[in-house]
C-alpha cells in the first residue's frame, strides 16, 4: 500500500509505520503525495542536498486565485534555487549568525521567565493550564517580532495567520482551507506592507529596518515584494516549528520522567537536539528533480519531486542506536531536523537559542510540570503539532 500521510495512525503516530517501510525499501512512492518518499537518513540527506533536486516553486494543487499565496512564495528564498536563492539569503544571513544570536540570549531567557511566571499563576490555585498558548507558543513569536520591529500590541496576529497559511502545506486541502489561507496571506501581506512603509519613513535598530537598508554586492536591494515575503517567511519560520519542537518536547519529557530526571542545566544543550530528533517539528519537505537522479534504488526524472521524510531519518536505526527511545544524553546526534544543503535552516542557531532557553526555564522555574490528561494533536502531517498540552504545576 502507498505510503499515505492522511492515514489518522500516521497523524496520530508516523514512527511505526516509517520503521516498517524502512525495512522494505529506502524510497518508495507515495500516490497520496504524487511523489517518492524517503525513509532512511542517507537517503534523506542526498534528497536535500543533490544539486539536481531544486526546491521549486511547483504546487501538488492549483493556486489559480491565490495572489498573495502565491506572492509569497514566489518571492521567498526558500522556493527559489541559485543565484536568487543565493543572493536573498545573503542579504538576510548577517542578522542570524551565531554571534548576532547570542547577543539576544539574555532578552529570550527573560521573556521565557516571564511566560512560566504566568503558567505558575494560572496554576497556582491546582488548576489545569495549557501550556501551548500560555507558554509554547509566544515565546517565539516574541523573540520573531521582535527582532523585525513588529509592535508588541500586533503580535497576536501573526500566529493565526501563520497557523491558517501552513495548513496549505499540507496534503489534499480543501477548498476552505485554500481559502482561508489566501484570506490570511493577503492580510499578512497587506500588514508587511504597511510595516515596511513604517520603518522606511522611521528605520529603527530591527532586522526590518537593516533589511530595507541592505544592498548587495552588486548595489541591488530587495524589491518591495521581496521585503514581505522575506519578513513574512521569517516571521513564520522563526515561530512556527520552535512552538512545536516546545510542545513535542515537552510532551516527550513529561512522558518519559527517568529522561526528564536526569536532565541537568549543562545537559540542556544536548537535549534539544534530541527533542529535535525525536519527535521533529517538520516531517516533509519536497525537492523537484531538474535533471535525472538516482537515491536509494529509484530514479527520479525531471519534473517529478521526492520528499525527504525528516521524521523517519530521524529515527533510522543505521544512524541512531536504539532510535524509538528518547536519550537526552545522546551525542553526537546527526538529525535532519533543520535540514541540509543550501536550503539549510537560515533560523538554527536562532531557533536553538530559543529552545535552550524555553526548556532551561522549563526546569528551573516550573520544576513540579505534570501531564494532566491526553494533549489534542493537529490533524496535520508535514507540520508536527501539539493543539493543547494540558498540565499542573506543583
Not at 94 to 103: D, I, N, P, T
Not at 210 to 224: M, V, Y
Not at 356 to 361: D, E, I, K, N, P
Amino acid at each position: 500500500m502507498d505510503f499515505d500521510p492522511l492515514l489518522p495512525e500516521i497523524v496520530a503516530d508516523p514512527y511505526p509505520d516509517f520503521a516498517a517501510r524502512r525495512r522494505d525499501a529506502p524510497v518508495q512512492w507515495s500516490g497520496p503525495l504524487g511523489t517518492y518518499v524517503t525513509f532512511g537518513h542517507a537517503e534523506a540527506d542526498a534528497a536535500l542536498r543533490h544539486r539536481g533536486l531544486g526546491r521549486l516553486w511547483r504546487p501538488r494543487w492549483p493556486v489559480d486565485g491565490l495572489p498573495a499565496y502565491t506572492l509569497l512564495h514566489v518571492h521567498s528564498m526558500l522556493e527559489n534555487e541559485p543565484p536568487t536563492h543565493t543572493r536573498l539569503r545573503r542579504l538576510v544571513a548577517a542578522a542570524f549568525g551565531r554571534r548576532q544570536v547570542e547577543l539576544l540570549r539574555d532578552r529570550i531567557g527573560a521573556v521565557a521567565r516571564g511566560l512560566a511566571r504566568d503558567v505558575r499563576d494560572a496554576g497556582a490555585d491546582g488548576s489545569t493550564v495549557d501550556l501551548m498558548p500560555l507558554y509554547a507558543e509566544p515565546l517565539p513569536v516574541a523573540v520573531i517580532a521582535g527582532l523585525l520591529g513588529v509592535p508588541d500590541a500586533d503580535r497576536g496576529l501573526l500566529r493565526p495567520w501563520s497557523a491558517a497559511i501552513v495548513r496549505l502545506y499540507e496534503p489534499a486541502p480543501t477548498a476552505a482551507v485554500r481559502q482561508a489561507a489566501e484570506t490570511a496571506a493577503a492580510e499578512y501581506v497587506a500588514y508587511v506592507r504597511d510595516l515596511v512603509a513604517h520603518h522606511r519613513a522611521h528605520p529603527g535598530a530591527d532586522l526590518l529596518s537593516s533589511l530595507i537598508a541592505e544592498r548587495d554586492a552588486d548595489g541591488t536591494r530587495l524589491s518591495e515584494d521581496e521585503l514581505v515575503a522575506t519578513a513574512v517567511l521569517l516571521q513564520m519560520a522563526g515561530h512556527e516549528a520552535s512552538v512545536n519542537v516546545v510542545g513535542n518536547g515537552t510532551l516527550a519529557l513529561l512522558r518519559h520522567p527517568a529522561q526528564l530526571a536526569a536532565l541537568t542545566p549543562e545537559l540542556v544543550p544536548t537535549a534539544v537536539e534530541e527533542l529535535i530528533r525525536y519527535d521533529s517539528p517538520l516531517q516533509l519537505f519536497e525537492r523537484t528533480a531538474t535533471v535525472p537522479v538516482r537515491i536509494g534504488g529509484v530514479t527520479v526524472e525531471p519534473g517529478q519531486k521526492i520528499a525527504a521524510l525528516l521524521g523517519a531519518a530521524n529515527r533510522d536505526p543505521a544512524v541512531f542506536a536504539d532510535p524509538d527511545r528518547l536519550d537526552v544524553t545522546r551525542s553526537p546526534n546527526p538529525h535532519l531536523g533543520f535540514g541540509a544543503g543550501i536550503h539549510f535552516c537560515l533560523g538554527a542557531p536562532l531557533a536553538r537559542v530559543e529552545l535552550q532557553a524555553s526548556l532551561a526555564t522549563l526546569l528551573t522555574d516550573l520544576p513540579g510540570l505534570a501531564l494532566a490528561g491526553e494533549p489534542e494533536r493537529r490533524p496535520s502531517f508535514v507540520h508536527r503539532a501539539l493543539a493543547t498540552l494540558p498540565v499542573t504545576v506543583r
